[in-house]
């Protein structure tokens, strides 16, 4: 299967292990508690990102897009941009049952949004030759949202001291700061916003 790659779905498996690696950086900040961990989590996202867009490069300058291409993109974009983001939030400090279901809210829209991606991607394109824009936000710009809790983290205001505190909602705890996810999300999937697409 391997020799059946392209060079762009290469670089896609690229982005998949960098998001990989965000995750288990993560995981092992939750375990340490060392603030460098969250660091190496961030630089697995921007390592995704960039891997993300090279891929796409490379397929339009080989024309070499194929259903297989984008099926991997979509995977590895559910990875390094919504799984592996909302793991960084987790490790953080956004560990309240609400914040909770705040990342798995933000995680099940990258989805949807990916998977919408795929079906209206190919229609469109049969129409305009090309897709002329995004309906949502890409899921990549989940990265913004890595790149505030890295900030976060330098400025000594994640986990006991996250900024906007905690609320205290039938028993169980709410970060504000989860909001944003729930926000990113649902700009995902929103059909309203419409995107031009380079």
């Known amino acids: 299967m391997i020799r059946d790659f392209h060079l762009a779905d290469l670089l896609t498996l690229a982005n998949g292990g960098s998001g990989t690696a965000a995750l288990f950086f993560a995981m092992d900040h939750v375990r340490e508690a060392q603030v460098g961990k969250l660091y190496a989590a961030g630089a697995g996202v921007a390592f995704a990102l960039v891997f993300d867009v090279m891929d796409g490069r490379v397929a339009r300058w080989r024309h070499s897009a194929s259903p297989m291409g984008?099926?991997?993109?979509?995977?590895?974009?559910?990875?390094?941009?919504?799984?592996?983001?909302?793991?960084?939030?987790?490790?953080?400090?956004?560990?309240?049952?609400?914040?909770?279901?705040?990342?798995?809210?933000?995680?099940?829209?990258?989805?949807?949004?990916?998977?919408?991606?795929?079906?209206?991607?190919?229609?469109?394109?049969?129409?305009a030759g090309k897709v002329t824009y995004f309906e949502g936000t890409p899921i990549p710009t989940s990265v913004v949202l890595v790149a505030l809790l890295l900030g976060l983290a330098r400025a000594g205001r994640i986990g006991d001291q996250m900024l906007g505190g905690v609320w205290r909602i039938a028993s169980f705890d709410l970060h504000p700061l989860a909001l944003l996810f729930v926000l990113s999300g649902s700009l995902m999937i929103s059909k309203t916003l419409r995107i031009p697409k380079p």
Request: proline share 2%.
């Open 70 to 127: 984008r099926e991997l993109d979509s995977l590895a974009d559910v990875i390094s941009f919504g799984v592996a983001p909302a793991g960084v939030a987790f490790a953080a400090g956004l560990t309240g049952l609400w914040d909770a279901l705040c990342l798995v809210y933000f995680v099940a829209c990258g989805i949807s949004r990916l998977a919408r991606y795929n079906i209206t991607a190919e229609a469109m394109a049969a129409e």
